[in-house]
């Protein structure tokens, strides 16, 4: 009788027991977030894209896959900009059309500024749409009551985040962006995040 009262106390206790919280981002603090955000090598977004260059303009859906330096984006859109796929590991850059042509280095980016009509900042972008600057550039930042990015200014872009929204999907469970725009001279560029995952460091 005894071992059985040890046996159902230990299996209360066992059950007594939580599971250590996940780690979040919490939204309150900006400045405990942004080391976080910045270390993150691992994520995957969908959403849509808007970009428009004076009056010239072109819509699209877009896939991105983060690992390390390496981003893959899925580029999908209507006749006039078709499909594309680009890859950009490092300094290397490739771009496989909806017809199958591949083109690297500087035909890739030749491309994929034709399609767009301004080369987009990668190296930076893949800080920005997480809502924190690329640490490797200076940037002036502006805060919504200390606890989110409202507008960052950086490299000669100026990134406006209008709205936020937590996404409850990884470890980094938090706060991330829903929607940013990017404005430098007479581009603009409109991002919507549908969906988020990060999986972090």
């Known amino acids: 009788m005894r071992t059985v009262l040890l046996l159902a106390a230990g299996l209360l206790l066992a059950a007594c027991v939580t599971a250590p919280p996940r780690p979040r981002l919490a939204p309150e603090n900006y400045a405990a977030r942004r080391p976080l955000l910045q270390a993150v090598a691992r994520f995957e977004l969908e959403g849509r894209l808007a970009a428009a260059v004076g009056e010239e303009g072109v819509n699209a859906s877009l896939t991105w896959h983060q690992q390390g330096r390496r981003s ?22 490739h771009l496989v059309s909806s017809r199958g042509e591949q083109l690297s280095g500087n035909l890739a980016s030749e491309e994929l500024a ?36 409202s ?24 706060v991330l962006p829903r929607r940013l725009t990017l404005l430098r001279d007479d581009i603009r560029l409109k991002l919507i995040v549908e969906r988020w995952h990060v999986v972090g460091p």
């Open 72 to 93: 893959e984006l899925q580029l999908r859109a209507p006749l006039g900009f078709g499909s594309a796929q680009v890859t950009r590991e490092g300094d290397e850059i």
């Open 114 to 149: 034709r399609r767009l009509g301004f080369a987009p900042p990668l190296d930076s972008l893949r800080y920005w749409v997480l809502g924190v600057p690329d640490p490797a550039r200076p940037a002036a930042e502006t805060l919504v009551s200390g606890s989110q990015l």
């Open 151 to 174: 507008v960052l200014e950086q490299d000669g872009w100026r990134v406006e985040y209008p709205e936020y929204r937590r996404f409850g999907t990884g470890p980094l469970e938090g």
